[in-house]
C-alpha cells in the first residue's frame, strides 16, 4: 500500500506543530518552515495527480482498519485535483504573506498548516464523519486566520462567521446521525450501496438527513440563501488569508459534489438526485445575487467578495445539470476561479496600498505608484473572471453553455450565464476605470512605496496558472471529463473501497438488533 | 424511554435555537452549548436506545451497543467544547474591543 496518500495530512500536521514547538519566537524559521512544507506539498500533490491520472482509485486505510468499518482515505481524480489546487493557491499566498502580512500577530504559519492539513484532510477522506472532523480542523484554523491581524472589523466580522459556522457544524452532526441511524455505515461508498436499497418511510428519513447536509455544504459554499456570511468575512480578512479562502467555499462545493452525484446520484433508489431540484435554482439565484453586489460593490474587497459568490453560482448550476459535460465544466471552472479570485484579493490589497487613505474604495483618488503594473495585472485578472475569450474564464463558460444546449433548462441557463457575464463586465469595468482612470493628479502624497516584487510574483504565479488552464484546455479539460465520468458511474470508486471488506462477513448487525 | 428521550432533546434543541437568536453574545454561546448537548445526545439515540447490553463483546454474548455512535459522540463532544471555549474568548474580545456584547459589534438605533 503507497503512503503518499496521508502524506497531504501528515505533513502539515507535522509543519504546524513543529512550528509551534521549535519556532515560535524566530518569525524567519516560521516562514522557512511553512514555506517548506508547503512547497513540499505542492510536489507531493503533483505526485498524487499522475498516481490518479488515469482513473486509479487508491483506497488508504488508516490503521489497516479495513473499510467500512474502518475510516479510509480515497484517492480519486477528483481529489487529486483538489489537493493541487490547494497546494498551488496555498503556496502563492504564503510567498504574498512572508512579505509582511504574517507579522501583525502571533502563529499565522502554524494554523497556516493547520489550515491546509484540513482542506486536504476534507478532500482526501473517504468517510461522511471524518469529512466533518476535517471540516472542523479547517474552521478551527480559518477563525484564528481570519482574526490574524486584531482590530475591530475583524472581531465583527469573526463573530458572525464563528457562530454560523458553529451552528453549521450541528447541523451537520444531525444529519450524520440521521444517515447513520437509517443506514448504518458511515463510509461512503458503503453508503452509495446501501442507499439504495432502503425503501419506504426508512427512506423519507434517509432523504431528510440527505438534505439537511445539503444546507451545510450550502453554508459553507456560500449558496443563496446561506451565503451572506461571506462579503463581511472575506472583505475582512487580511489578503493572503482571504485568498486562500479562495479556495475554503470549494470545501462546501466538493463536498456537494461527492455526496450528491457520489452517494445520492442516479443510483441511490429513492433517493436518487435529491438535491439537484433544489440546486439548479438556488445556484442561479445564487449567480444573479453575486453579480448584482458585485456592481453595487462600493470596494474592491465587497467586489471581490461578490465574485467569489457568483462563481459558486456558476459552478453549482454546472453541477445540479448532472451530467458529464456540466460536471466537467464544473471542474475546469473550479480551478480557474480559485486561482483568479486568488490572485484578485491578492491584487487588491497591492492596489489599496497605493492609494493613500481611500484605499480600495471606489471613489475618486490619487492615481497609485504604479498604474502600467497594477492595471495590467487588474485587466487580465478582471477579463478572465468575466469570462471573455481568450481567458480560462471564457472556456469555463463555454464549456458550461455547451453542455446545457441539450437540457429542458436551456434558456435560463442561457439567459442567467450571459447576463450576469454581461453584468459583472460592467462592474469590474467600472471598478477599474475609476481606480486607474479617475484619478486626482498628482498622485495622493506622501508617495507610496512601489509594490514589493515577492508580492507580485504571487499575483503574477496565479494568473500564469489560470492562463495555463486556458492554453492547456485540451488536456485539462480531459482529465475533469474523466474526473465527472467516474463521478456518474461511481463503480470503480465502490469497488476499490469496498474490495478488501468482503473478506468480512456482510451480516454484522449494527445496533445490537434493532432495527 | 423513546418520549422523554425524544422530548429532552426537543426541549434542548428549542432553549438553544431561542436563545441563538438573541442579540446578545452571552446568550449565544449558552444557546451554542445547548444545541450541542442536544446533537450530542440525537447522534447517541442514533445507536438505539436500548439498556442492559453487554459493553464488550466476549463469547456467549449475542446483543452489545452498537459502539460508533459512542465514538461519534466523544468525538463531537471533544470538538464542541474547543469550539465553545473558542467562541467564548472571541465574544470576551469583542465585548472589550468594541464596547459591547451585542453580536452585530453595535448598539442598534432603535431600542430593543
Redesign the interface.
Known amino acids: 500500500m503507497s503512503h503518499w496518500i496521508a502524506v497531504p495530512i501528515v505533513l502539515p500536521a507535522f509543519a504546524g506543530v513543529a512550528i509551534l514547538l521549535g519556532a515560535r519566537t524566530s518569525l524567519r524559521l516560521q516562514r522557512a518552515i511553512g514555506l517548506a512544507a508547503t512547497a513540499a506539498l505542492v510536489l507531493v500533490a503533483v505526485v498524487l495527480l499522475r498516481q490518479a491520472y488515469d482513473g486509479t482509485v487508491t483506497v488508504y486505510a488508516l490503521g489497516a482498519w479495513s473499510a467500512p468499518f474502518g475510516i479510509v482515505l480515497v484517492l480519486d481524480r477528483l481529489s487529486a485535483m483538489m489537493v493541487l489546487m490547494t497546494a498551488l493557491v496555498a503556496i502563492c499566498s504564503q510567498i504574498y504573506a512572508v512579505t509582511g502580512p504574517d507579522a501583525r500577530g502571533a502563529n499565522y504559519h502554524a494554523l497556516f498548516q493547520f489550515q491546509l492539513m484540513g482542506l486536504c484532510g476534507a478532500f482526501l477522506t473517504g468517510d461522511l ?1 471524518n469529512l466533518f ?1 476535517f471540516f ?1 480542523v479547517l474552521l ?1 484554523a480559518s ?1 484564528g486566520l481570519l ?1 490574524h491581524g ?1 482590530g ?1 472589523d475583524r ?2 466580522a ?3 462567521y ?2 454560523f459556522n ?2 453549521g ?2 447541523l451537520f ?2 444529519g ?3 444517515i ?2 437509517v443506514v448504518g455505515t ?1 463510509n461512503m461508498a458503503d453508503l452509495a450501496v446501501k442507499a439504495a436499497q432502503v425503501s419506504g418511510p426508512e427512506a423519507t428519513l434517509l432523504s431528510s438527513g440527505a438534505l439537511i447536509l445539503l444546507v451545510v455544504f450550502a453554508i459553507k459554499a456560500a449558496l443563496l440563501p446561506l451565503g451572506f456570511w461571506l462579503p463581511l468575512t472575506y472583505g475582512s480578512a487580511t489578503a493572503p488569508v482571504a485568498a486562500l479562502f479562495a479556495i475554503m467555499t470549494k470545501v462546501g462545493i466538493y463536498a456537494t459534489i461527492r455526496v450528491y452525484v457520489l452517494v445520492f446520484g442516479a443510483g441511490a433508489g429513492q433517493a436518487a438526485n435529491l438535491a439537484m431540484p433544489w440546486l439548479l435554482p438556488l445556484a442561479l439565484l445564487t449567480l444573479i445575487l453575486g453579480t448584482l453586489g458585485a456592481v453595487a460593490g462600493r470596494n474592491l474587497r465587497s467586489l471581490a467578495a461578490y465574485l467569489v459568490i457568483a462563481s459558486v453560482g456558476t459552478m453549482l448550476t454546472a453541477v445540479a445539470l448532472g451530467t458529464v459535460a456540466s460536471l466537467s465544466a464544473a471542474l475546469y471552472y473550479m480551478g480557474h476561479s480559485t486561482f483568479v479570485l486568488a490572485g484578485i484579493f491578492l491584487l487588491v490589497d497591492l492596489i489599496a496600498r497605493q492609494r493613500g487613505e481611500a484605499t480600495d474604495q471606489l471613489r475618486r483618488a490619487g492615481a497609485v505608484r504604479q498604474p502600467a503594473l497594477l492595471g495590467g495585472l487588474f485587466l487580465a485578472a478582471v477579463v478572465a473572471i468575466a469570462g471573455l475569450p481568450p481567458t480560462s474564464g471564457f472556456v469555463g463558460k463555454l464549456l458550461l453553455l455547451r453542455s446545457a444546449l441539450e437540457l429542458p433548462s436551456v434558456i435560463w441557463i442561457f439567459g442567467v450565464v450571459l447576463a450576469t457575464g454581461f453584468l459583472s463586465l460592467v462592474a469590474v469595468s467600472r471598478a477599474g476605470s475609476m481606480v486607474f482612470w479617475n484619478v486626482e493628479l498628482p498622485t495622493a502624497a506622501p508617495d507610496p512605496a512601489r509594490a514589493k516584487p515577492l508580492r507580485v510574483v504571487a499575483i503574477v504565479l496565479l494568473l500564469a496558472l489560470a492562463t495555463a488552464m486556458a492554453v492547456f484546455a485540451g488536456p485539462v479539460v480531459e482529465f475533469t471529463d474523466g474526473a465527472a465520468y467516474s463521478l456518474l458511474h461511481p463503480d470503480d470508486y465502490i469497488e476499490a473501497v469496498l474490495a478488501e471488506s468482503n473478506a468480512i462477513p456482510a451480516s454484522v448487525e ?6 | 424511554m423513546e418520549l422523554l428521550f425524544a422530548t429532552a432533546i426537543g426541549v434542548l434543541v428549542a432553549a438553544g435555537v431561542y436563545l441563538l437568536l438573541r442579540a446578545r453574545t452571552f446568550p449565544v454561546v449558552l444557546g451554542l452549548a445547548l444545541l450541542s448537548y442536544a446533537v450530542n445526545f440525537f447522534i447517541f439515540a442514533m445507536g438505539r436506545l436500548r439498556v442492559g447490553l453487554a459493553p464488550i463483546i466476549r463469547e456467549g454474548v449475542t446483543e452489545y451497543p452498537d459502539p460508533i455512535p459512542q465514538a461519534l459522540v466523544l468525538t463531537a463532544i471533544v470538538i464542541g467544547f474547543a469550539m465553545t471555549a473558542f467562541v467564548l474568548i472571541l465574544a470576551l474580545r469583542a465585548n472589550f474591543d468594541l464596547g459591547n456584547d451585542h453580536v452585530d459589534g453595535r448598539e442598534p438605533e432603535v431600542g430593543e
Open positions: 464523519f472532523v472542523e478551527i477563525y482574526l486584531g475591530r472581531v465583527r469573526g463573530i458572525h464563528v457562530v458553529l451552528v457544524s450541528a452532526l444531525i450524520v446521525g440521521t447513520y441511524g458511515l449494527h445496533g445490537g438488533g434493532a432495527p
